[in-house]
């Protein structure tokens, strides 16, 4: 079972959300929690557990072999993505540009573009008995998210196949990284909050949800403050509303303190409780 | 002109209530720039009447024609991306997966696959009620390719800016530390970071400070919501302080942003209280840093 948690919008919860209800449902569970936010992972931040494995993760970027190379112009002419730049009597590659297709490298008539590994980012994979925890993040100046993200998911698939619980904490947004995130899930729980920025990023998400034809449902957190739009554009568009978070200081506060909230709010736990009752019937 | 990034790392900090603020609070002063265009909610509060608009393509998309197709499978096996499967005897591509490299149009002996040029989503030149002008724009759904949308809509309010002599172009940025937040940040003359006294508040300013040190551009911080947790907020200080970046100012939570939001407008034009003042005080700072 494969749950990713998403938000149009930042900052409305997620982490909260994936934190408690990883560490909630591993009382029962074993449960592997998987934070794909690698631009700004958080999730690390409220787990507790010991480093078990962690490895550098690579990208793959032409090198330029200067003896090798007739400055044919081949590599120019095939990169779509101007990583790679004849100039004058030199080749140079971008490599924050590259998407790693191979098509300079192998249409090289001379082979002088081999591809070599770049670091671009670190897995980290924690356990504490239950619960499994990895963790990926981007080096700082890094610009494809998408690349770590499909390489975190090769690693967990690998390491925990079967029909073991996954929740993956979503990068903000609905572009490429989410897509990448939510795509071979099981079912999308969507973040939000009840304001207009909340419903505006959520409307966004729900088309992105139905793009991918997912199942999906809502968490509306922070419930009690801004309107009942939400809500509303929840029932027409029957969208199932799995748990309401109340709009209480004292989660701000555990939250700010990188507590989990479910174990000092009775309430919270019920709400754990109803969410996990409908994503695992 | 001089121009203005607020960011945040972290999502959910204020960045667009705070950025909504400053242009009301800067008038015609300022040109504005959504660059949050995956998730961009500025429109809400600023209320853009779409004057102008233009689609925007970037990046390809491969389309394998079946008739001419001879299945040899060379296109699959090139592709890095896993994006052209074999179902039914027929050659196809999944559109989510390609990143539209073109390296199988280029190895297909038939010639039979074709590259589309994607319309990856829309930008708006409008007018807004501050008498000014907003560059904004959407991007389409799970859409690659935010950083080229993000250079577009900051290039298009620099050019309209200095045509009509600005003083600052005012950009709000998206969450996070990649692509579509570096090509934001790219020219900046000023990063406004906006924090949240929060581990992961302080944990994601950090990152995001790093990126912005990287581009060699000066930053000042307003923490939001301060008084939720004093002990972060504390460390945040000594942070800024260590790393040389200006404490702008500390601002209460206060839960007046939301219902200025959800009656459409900015907080500076919604009430009059300490809290608008500290964002008058604010913007005034960073008007000075900038002379």
């Known amino acids: 079972m494969k749950i990713a948690i998403a938000s149009g919008k930042g900052g409305t919860g997620k982490t909260t959300l994936s934190t408690n209800l990883a560490v909630y449902l591993s009382q029962k569970y074993k449960v592997v929690l998987i934070d794909m936010d690698v631009e700004e992972p958080n999730s690390g931040l409220f787990i507790k557990a010991e480093l078990f494995k962690e490895e550098n993760k690579f990208k793959m970027i032409p090198e330029w072999i200067k003896d090798e190379c007739t400055l044919c112009g081949i590599c120019q002419e095939v990169c779509n993505f101007n990583a790679i730049i004849q100039l004058g009597t030199k080749i140079m590659v971008f490599p924050e540009l590259c998407h790693g297709c191979y098509a300079c490298s192998e249409l090289c008539p001379t082979s002088a573009l081999p591809m070599i590994p770049k670091k671009m980012g670190k897995l980290r994979h924690y356990e504490n008995n239950n619960l499994s925890f990895v963790e990926s993040r981007l080096d700082i100046g890094q610009e494809q998210a998408t690349q770590l993200i499909n390489q975190t998911n090769k690693y967990v698939d690998e390491y925990f196949p079967g029909e073991i619980i996954k929740i993956y904490d979503a990068p903000p947004g609905t572009s490429c990284p989410v897509m990448e995130v939510t795509k071979d899930t099981d079912y999308v729980i969507l973040v939000t909050e009840p304001t207009p920025f909340g419903l505006h990023d959520l409307k966004l998400a729900v088309e992105t949800m139905k793009e991918l034809k997912k199942n999906y449902g809502v968490v509306i957190n922070r419930y009690g403050i801004g309107n009942d739009e939400v809500q509303n554009y929840c029932k027409e568009e029957n969208i199932p509303v799995l748990a309401k978070i109340p709009n209480d200081r004292q989660i701000a506060e555990l939250y700010s303190s990188g507590e989990l909230i479910y174990q000092k709010v009775p309430e919270v736990e019920q709400q754990l409780e109803n969410i996990g009752n409908y994503i695992l019937k | ?291």
Not at chain 2, 50 to 74: H, M, P, T, V, W
Not at chain 2, 98 to 127: D, F, Q
Not at chain 2, 137 to 143: E, F, M, S, T
Request: glycine content about 8%; proline content about 2%; hydrophobic content about 35%.
């Open chain 2, 1 to 291: 002109m001089k121009e203005i990034v607020v960011i945040s790392g972290k999502g959910g900090t204020g960045k667009t209530s705070i950025t909504a603020s400053f242009a009301y609070l800067g008038g015609k002063d300022v040109i504005v720039a959504d660059c949050d265009v995956d998730a961009a909610d500025m429109h809400l509060l600023l209320q853009p009447d779409f004057a102008e608009s233009e689609d925007f393509y970037s990046g390809e998309l491969a389309n394998i024609s079946q008739d001419e197709c001879n299945q040899c499978g060379k296109c699959a096996d090139v592709c890095r991306f896993e994006a052209i499967t074999i179902k039914d005897g027929r050659y196809i591509i999944d559109p989510f997966e390609c990143e539209g490299c073109g390296y199988c149009a280029r190895v297909c002996p038939t010639n039979a696959i074709t590259n589309e040029e994607l319309n990856v989503g829309k930008w708006y030149i409008s007018n807004i009620k501050t008498g000014t002008t907003m560059i904004h724009a959407k991007l389409g759904i799970g859409a690659d390719n935010s950083g080229k949308l993000v250079a577009k809509v900051k290039n298009k309010a620099k050019q309209i800016g200095k045509e009509n002599n600005k003083s600052y172009i005012l950009i709000d940025g998206s969450p996070g530390i990649g692509c579509p937040v570096i090509s934001s940040l790219s020219g900046a003359d000023y990063a406004l970071l906006i924090t949240e006294p929060s581990v992961s508040g302080l944990h994601d300013l950090k990152r995001v400070h790093k990126l912005v040190k990287k581009f060699n551009i000066n930053a000042g911080c307003i923490i939001n919501k301060a008084d939720i947790n004093q002990k972060v907020t504390r460390e945040i200080e000594e942070f800024l302080y260590k790393e040389e970046i200006l404490h702008i100012a500390n601002l209460p939570y206060d839960e007046t942003f939301t219902m200025a939001m959800t009656m459409g407008e900015t907080l500076v034009e919604h009430t009059d209280n300490d809290l608008t003042e500290i964002i008058s005080g604010s913007w005034e700072k960073i008007k000075q840093i900038l002379t």
